[in-house]
Nanobody
């Protein structure tokens, strides 16, 4: 089995910073990409940032220049969030596309989510 465990959410004032961390564990042969999504009540889950196995990155327009996705090691992804705004408030989910054995398909895995609240 594969698990993604997130940490680092919380309450922060507008303009503040938070760092989210997500570590993958279990039977893992290789990881294609790791990403962060977020979701607010009544809305679809949206991609925030993604980092490929080659370390190329993509960001949604609303976080460009404020958020940075990076890898701490092969199985841990970080999301540094600066200049946070109230509209960044959401549950943030870690996502990874993982192959558990050689020559098998990649599957999508999700963390349990961590709440980020930006409020004064």
């Amino acid at each position: 089995q594969v698990q993604l465990v997130e940490s680092g959410g919380g309450l922060v004032r507008p303009g503040g910073s938070l760092r989210l961390s997500c570590t993958a564990s279990g039977m893992i042969f290789s990881i294609n990409h790791m990403a962060w999504y977020r979701q607010t009540p009544g809305k679809q889950r949206e991609l925030v940032a993604l980092i490929s196995s080659g370390d190329s990155t993509n960001y949604t327009d609303t976080v460009k220049g404020r958020f940075t996705i990076s890898r701490d090691n092969a199985k841990t992804v970080l999301l540094q969030m600066n200049s946070l705004k109230p509209e960044d408030t959401a549950v943030y989910y870690c996502n990874a596309k993982i192959r558990q054995r050689a020559y098998r398909d990649f599957w999508n895995y999700w963390g349990q989510g961590t709440q980020v609240t930006v409020s004064s």
